[in-house]
């Protein structure tokens, strides 16, 4: 993938992380930046957001020896000028259309967002597909990205079975299609869309804590 393909997908997922950890948020919004500079971190991070027990690296040594025909690359770390922000960056490429990426507290190195990214292949002046081609790839990366949210879904929520969760997917996708923020809860996880269409869907999952209702 071109690098400005890498660099947009890496963005998508920056703005999202701010968007979905967001205090009350409805609908999100584009985090403040300077010309030439890189994104805000979560600028909106509630204080008190709870976090996964587990680092980026123990969450990818768990997802691989369970999804082996899955595995994750290493999550690399990504540079940011958020010097005082409490949080911290890392990605991983899956393919050339999908990533996954995290939000991490600087101190504890603990995720606090985990999140899928896909972006749709662009098309290339040197190589121009048939219609029937670029709509089995297209369903193909679809079905990708709904496969490993699934699983996800499956190894942070274990109470669901692999059949419900691959259906969490599904409805997730469909009940967020076309809508900029979608979330829902399950338990003590918070799933949430953001699909910007041709520019791309990210998938989150978080943690979320539990009023004394809820209990």
Do not use: C, W
């Amino acid at each position: 993938m071109a690098k400005s393909g890498i660099f947009s997908a890496i963005i998508l997922a920056l703005t999202f992380s701010s968007v979905s950890l967001a205090e009350n948020s409805a609908k999100p919004m584009e985090p403040q930046t300077a010309a030439g500079s890189e994104p805000t971190i979560a600028p909106y991070l509630r204080e008190d957001a709870p976090v996964f027990m587990l680092t980026a690296a123990q969450f990818r040594e768990k997802f691989n020896t369970t999804y082996p025909h899955m595995a994750l690359a290493e999550y690399q770390s990504i540079k940011t000028l958020e010097v005082k922000s409490p949080l911290t960056r890392a990605a991983s490429r899956i393919n050339s259309t999908l990533y996954s990426s995290v939000a991490l507290d600087k101190n504890k190195r603990t995720i606090r967002s985990l999140q899928l990214t896909y972006i749709p292949a662009l098309p290339t002046e040197e190589k121009a597909e048939k219609p029937e081609t670029l709509a089995k790839v297209e369903k193909y990366n679809r079905a990708t990205l709904t496969n490993y949210i699934a699983a996800f879904i499956n190894l942070l929520e274990p109470t669901l079975t692999a059949e419900k969760s691959q259906h969490k997917a599904i409805e997730l996708l469909e009940k967020g299609k076309g809508t900029p923020f979608y979330q829902q809860t399950e338990g003590t996880l918070r799933f949430v869309i953001a699909d910007h269409n041709e520019k791309g869907i990210t998938f989150a999952i978080e943690p979320i804590k539990l009023s004394l209702s809820d209990k």
